[in-house]
């Protein structure tokens, strides 16, 4: 497995691969501090492409003020030894010189989408997570790019952007990977403490609730949401951020669940913010 450096280097190593008998490239999109869920995606685009990239990029533009950029997991040679592992062919860790130029002054905002869920209280936030992605589709070239439902609200508004652009990149989505308990893996469960991650399984609770609802028959937004706030409030020292019954392609709320409705929650588990959701099926 190679790792490379630059935006030259991975596109000269796409179009290489591509050119040597047709194969197709896949790229698996990561900031780091990967764990199963990104084992996941990797092993999904070894099974559907010939060659896989995975980058790992701390992306500066999607955090704000006081997130935790600065504190964010990093633990590359545990990355390359996953990736390889599950194989990738190339690792890409750029510089943050190297994908955002001295002067850099281009950005791909999704206007309306990145108001929305995450976009409501993380400002800004999509439009460092588009920009980031085009920039790295741009320079891998991939057939398809992989992204876990976890982060179903970026998906929608990578998915109007791959759409808008006519960028020739599949978005596959591929499902939630969860610790026996039922927490969504994310690499920010690092910072929970033993008695917050205890707190943290409300939100998955939540979520499995509102699936047995609609495995049960009910479509109604109000229901959906009130038992959620009823689960959230037997445990007080979770802060919500939001939950939501919206339509997957435009994040827009709905009154009523319909085929692939996203229900969605996010909440501060102590001084760190987690997401899970479900799709309504």
């Known amino acids: 497995m190679e790792i490379l450096r630059s935006v030259a280097e991975l596109r000269e190593w796409s179009r290489w691969e591509r050119n040597d008998g047709g194969n197709t490239i896949g790229l698996v999109p990561t900031m780091g501090a990967l764990h199963e869920g990104h084992a996941s995606l990797i092993r999904a685009a070894k099974a559907s492409v010939g060659f896989v990239a995975v980058s790992i990029f701390v992306n500066p533009t999607q955090f704000g003020p006081n997130e935790d ?28 010189e190297e994908l955002y130029p001295a002067g850099s002054a281009t950005f791909i905002e999704v206007q309306g989408l990145s108001d929305r869920l995450d976009g409501q209280s993380r400002p800004g936030h999509f439009r460092g997570v588009a920009t980031v992605v085009a920039k790295l589709m741009i320079a891998a070239e991939p057939d398809r790019a992989f992204f876990g439902q976890k982060d179903a609200a970026q998906v929608a508004v ?37 008695e917050e991650r205890t707190w943290a399984l409300t939100l998955s609770r939540a979520v ?66 987690l997401i899970d959701n479900a799709i309504l099926k």
């Not at 600065?70 to 390359?80: G, I, M, S, V």
């Not at 960028?167 to 308990?181: F, G, H, Q, S």
């Open 69 to 96: 950029f600065a504190r964010y997991p990093l633990t590359f040679e545990a990355d390359c030894a996953l990736a390889k592992a599950e194989g990738a062919d190339v690792v890409f860790a750029p510089s943050v």
């Open 158 to 194: 990578l998915r109007r952007m791959v759409t808008d652009l006519r960028l020739a990149t599949e978005i596959v989505v591929c499902p939630i990977v969860r610790e026996a308990d039922g927490l969504a893996l994310s690499s920010r469960n690092v910072y929970l403490s033993v």
């Open 208 to 273: 499995r609730q509102t699936e047995a609802l609609f495995a049960a028959g009910e479509r109604r937004a109000a229901r959906f949401t009130q038992t959620a706030r009823m689960t959230f409030a037997e445990m007080p020292q979770i802060r919500v951020d939001y939950i939501a019954l919206v339509d997957w392609a435009t994040l827009e709320p709905v009154e009523m669940a319909a085929p692939s409705s996203l229900f969605a929650v996010a909440a501060w588990v102590g001084s760190t913010r």
